[in-house]
């Protein structure tokens, strides 16, 4: 059964920062496109960032700049941290995985609450 255990998220204030992580349980996803993307209350499910195996990274525009993605294919991990978060970053953060070439082989994590408030 595939795995994606996301850690990580929490309440933080303007300004703050936080490290998202995603550890997948099986070594074949070192070659697929690894991403986070986010849901906020009353909105639709939306791209934070990508990454594929080779390092090639994708990014909201609304995120640039602030967040940055990475992975550690030796671990299986995809990894998220987030700068000078603000409030309209918070939602809930769910960890995908895709193959690379068969978009509809792809998995999810069960999401972890960010939230951004004074």
């Known amino acids: 059964q595939v795995q994606l255990v996301e850690s990580g998220g929490g309440l933080v204030q303007p300004g703050g920062s936080l490290r998202l992580s995603c550890a997948a349980s099986?070594?074949?996803?070192?070659?697929?496109?690894m991403g986070w993307y986010r849901q906020a209350p009353g909105k639709q499910r939306e791209l934070v960032a990508t990454?594929?195996?080779?390092?090639?990274?994708n990014a909201a525009d609304s995120v640039k700049g602030r967040f940055t993605i990475s992975r550690d294919n030796a671990r299986n991990t995809v990894y998220l941290q987030m700068n000078n978060l603000q409030p309209e970053d918070t939602a809930v953060y769910y960890c995908?995985?895709?193959?690379?070439?068969?978009?509809?082989?792809?998995?999810w994590g069960q999401g972890t609450q960010v939230t951004v408030s004074s």
């Open positions: 099986e070594s074949r996803f070192r070659i697929y496109v």
């Open positions: 990454i594929t195996s080779g390092g090639s990274t």
């Open positions: 995908n995985v895709r193959h690379p070439l068969l978009e509809n082989i792809h998995y």
